[in-house]
């Protein structure tokens, strides 16, 4: 029996928007996973990609809060040395 796979390439940053523009504040993994047509293993990895990136920051176990603000970029963070 042979694995039969696919590759997907999804926009995070067009994702990040889509979700603002529901209006939502919270977003639970298996919502996500139910409108990829993914796995809620594969939208939990989703998250935590946009959790890294700013777009999302973790609320409980399955739940994240939609960040309204774009997210800070760390190459546009200048430290002050006094």
Request: hydrophobic share 45%; charged share 30%.
């Amino acid at each position: 029996m042979s694995k039969y796979t696919i590759n997907v390439t999804i926009d995070l940053r067009l994702l990040a928007m889509k979700l603002r523009e529901r209006g939502k504040k919270f977003v639970r993994v298996h919502e996500i996973a139910y409108e990829l047509g993914v796995s809620p293993r594969t939208a939990g990895k989703i998250m935590v990609s946009l959790a890294r990136l700013g777009y999302v920051v973790k609320w409980s176990e399955g739940v994240y809060m939609v960040l309204e603000d774009e997210p800070c970029r760390a190459d546009n963070v200048f430290e002050k040395t006094v």
